[in-house]
Nanobody, 125 residues
Framework: QVQLVESGGGLVQAGDSRRLSCTASGDTFGDRAVGWFRQAPGKEREFVASVRWSAGSTYYKDSMKGRFTISRDRAKNTVYLQMNSLEPEDTAVYYC??????????????????WGQGTQVTVSS
């Protein structure tokens, strides 16, 4: 059974960059989509970005394009989320998830069936 482990969260200042990592243990990501979601206090969880592990194609929430970049390292079995020019509004728990590589649901929680425990990112002003 694949388990997802996120790391890289912490406290940063506005304008800083941060890179989150999601590593699969127990197995590889295989033919899955691997996505990042986030949940801010008092808000619903929202899609950030995703990558199809096999094909390498990437998908973003429109508002995240340009500041956030998702990538994968096959050798390390790891997916990264590079976050630049962070703003206080980016404060959230960031979750890694793996699921079906289907474009129709790749931006939706229902497309994912494996979730990590989350990592907190706090951006101070």
């Amino acid at each position: 059974q694949v388990q997802l482990v996120e790391s890289g969260g912490g406290l940063v200042q506005a304008g800083d960059s941060r890179r989150l990592s999601c590593t699969a243990s127990g197995d590889t990501f295989g033919d899955r989509a691997v996505g990042w979601f986030r949940q801010a206090p008092g808000k619903e969880r929202e899609f950030v970005a995703s990558v199809r592990w096999s094909a390498g194609s990437t998908y973003y929430k429109d508002s995240m394009k340009g500041r956030f970049t998702i990538s994968r390292d096959r050798a390390k079995n790891t997916v990264y989320l590079q976050m630049n020019s962070l703003e206080p509004e980016d404060t959230a728990v960031y979750y890694c998830a793996a699921g079906r590589p289907i474009v129709g649901v790749i931006r939706e929680e229902r497309g994912y069936y494996l979730w990590g425990q989350g990592t907190q990112v706090t951006v101070s002003s």
